[in-house]
């Protein structure tokens, strides 16, 4: 299983890091926008 798994990882690096990317962008906008209301 963990041999499937690593290859999936190493088929997929590029999309891994877009989607890691993409996570993380809407981790910030979810912070932001809950933040606004403290801030008006």
Not at 22 to 38: D, I, T
Request: charged share 20%; net charge positive.
């Amino acid at each position: 299983m963990t041999k499937d798994i690593k290859s999936a990882i190493k088929r997929s690096q590029d999309t891994i890091i877009a989607d890691a990317l993409g996570a993380v962008a809407l981790l910030v906008m979810l912070f932001v926008g809950l933040s606004l209301p403290g801030m008006i």
